[in-house]
Nanobody
Framework: QIQLVESGGGLVQPGGSLNLSCVVSGGIFMFLNMNWYRQAPGKQRELVAGVTNVNQTNYADSVKGRFTISRDNTKNTVYLQMISLKPEDTAVYYC?????????WGQGTRVAVSS
């Protein structure tokens, strides 16, 4: 059973930065495609960024140039660096792991951007 545990959320002022981490256990991390999603209050969950098992990345247009996704296969961890945060980035951020028929989610970490 694959388990994902996110950390790093919090309250930050507009223009600030946060670094999210997601540690994966119970699976062969190097074969997993990893994603960060977010869900703002009253909105659908949306894909923020993804990194494949061969380190190809993709980003939502709304975060391009501000967010960076990366992975460390030696630590079974995927990261999301967020800079120049905006109030509209406020959401619960979820880590997601996919491979073939596998699709696992973390419990989420809350990010609030407010002055």
């Amino acid at each position: 059973q694959i388990q994902l545990v996110e950390s790093g959320g919090g309250l930050v002022q507009p223009g600030g930065s946060l670094n999210l981490s997601c540690v994966v256990s119970g699976g062969i991390f190097m074969f997993l495609n990893m994603n960060w999603y977010r869900q703002a209050p009253g909105k659908q969950r949306e894909l923020v960024a993804g990194v494949t098992n061969v380190n190809q990345t993709n980003y939502a247009d709304s975060v391009k140039g501000r967010f960076t996704i990366s992975r460390d296969n030696t630590k079974n961890t995927v990261y999301l660096q967020m800079i120049s945060l905006k109030p509209e980035d406020t959401a619960v951020y979820y880590c997601n792991a996919r491979a073939a028929m596998l699709n696992y989610w973390g419990q989420g970490t809350r990010v609030a951007v407010s002055s």
